[in-house]
């Protein structure tokens, strides 16, 4: 939020304030993420992903299927609840699994997989990444257009993902013991039919702003806490990242150098502006700049795997892992590049060659 606010600020001593400033901010992508993250925080709050989760890893009996299990509920979770959220529902649940049943020689290698799964995972959804909404809103992406661009990216994703876990995770027995969470009913029905809400607003189904309202006002009396835990801080970083990209694209000299690299490749190119400003920042800057939302959107999620700040989530997971062993900080890094980097190029790979069929 600092580096965006100071990018904001910077260029507009270059471009200084006018009109067409109130042009720069999408009030319909912001609105959309306020209400799936108050939502979600509410949801959180009676511990309903928690529980859901939980019912779902006492299932299996061996730590290859108990990996797979978490892996794949992240996967799930940042479809419906946006990557960030997803990784901050279950790293903690990945993290009392594996701790509870002695294997925390597998705590690395399954939180950098729930973090690639987060990243990827939530590209097949308008609202599962915030770029995603970005530009679903931005180019008006119609629903079964947005998903066919992203199934094959997202089904070699969930490929290399299981084969990972296949590999490096042997079949060994565990025992996993939990607490026992009673949701309350009331608060559960209420609150899933406001994430329906929210997702219906995702889908231009009901004005922006009538969902805005209904929502807050529900939870001022439902759950004040969800409001006051909502990630401000990211929704703050949309603001000035428009108004960051809404300067740079009046500057003429920008203009020319991005537009003749997007022209080259403009996969491509959004992959490589990941790796250096992380794939939201990415999206909003390269979407002024170029029509083929097709391409911009692939790069900017595949984009998400890669360096640590190629996704703002890998911090989340970064931040979750050396709180929990903080010895093992230069190791994590290793492996999580290793493993980032690998299934990047795969997918870059296979994009290339699905583009050239």
């Not at 511990?47 to 019912?55: G, I, V």
């Not at 428009?242 to 537009?259: D, E, L, W, Y």
């Amino acid at each position: 939020m600092c580096i965006a606010l100071m990018a904001a600020v910077v260029t507009s001593v270059i471009v200084p304030v006018d009109r067409e400033y109130l042009g720069y901010i999408d009030l319909k992508t912001i609105s959309c993420l306020y209400s799936v993250l108050a939502v979600v925080c509410a949801l959180k709050n009676i511990r309903f992903f928690y529980t859901l989760a939980q019912k779902i890893v006492e299932l299996f009996k061996n730590i290859r299927l108990c990996v797979l299990a978490l892996v794949y509920i992240t996967f799930i979770g940042s479809m419906l609840i946006a990557n960030d959220m997803a990784l901050l529902t279950f790293l903690p649940l990945g993290y009392f699994v594996l701790s509870s049943t002695c294997k925390q020689k597998y705590m690395a290698f399954t939180f950098i997989m729930q973090n690639i799964a987060a990243n990827l995972g939530g590209m097949l959804t308008p609202f599962g990444n915030p770029q995603n909404l970005y530009l679903y809103t931005k180019f008006n992406i119609p629903n079964g257009e947005f998903m066919s661009i992203m199934a094959p990216p997202f089904i070699v994703s969930i490929i290399l993902i299981t084969l990972c876990c296949i590999v490096f995770v042997k079949p060994e027995p565990l025992e996993i013991k939990g607490e026992t969470v009673k949701l309350p009913i009331g608060k559960t029905v209420l609150y899933l039919a406001l994430f329906v809400l929210s997702i219906a607003i995702v889908f231009r189904t009901i004005p922006y702003y009538i969902g805005v309202i209904a929502i807050t006002a529900v939870l001022l009396f439902a759950d004040k806490s969800a409001l006051k835990k909502v990630d401000y801080p990211l929704l703050l970083t949309f603001v000035f990242f428009f108004i960051f990209a809404g300067n740079m694209a009046r500057i003429n000299t920008v203009q020319n150098v991005f537009s003749h690299f997007l022209e080259k490749d403009t996969m491509l190119f959004s992959v490589a502006s990941c790796q250096v400003i992380s794939n939201v920042p990415s999206a909003i800057l390269l979407s002024q700049f170029t029509g083929n939302y097709a391409d911009l959107l692939v790069g900017v999620n595949i984009g998400g795997a890669g360096t640590l700040i190629a996704s703002l989530a890998s911090l989340i997971t970064f931040r979750e892992y050396t709180k929990h062993n903080p010895d093992g900080t230069f190791g994590y890094i290793k492996k999580f590049t290793a493993f980032n980097f690998g299934i990047l190029l795969i997918l870059i790979a296979f994009m290339f060659i699905l583009r050239n069929c």
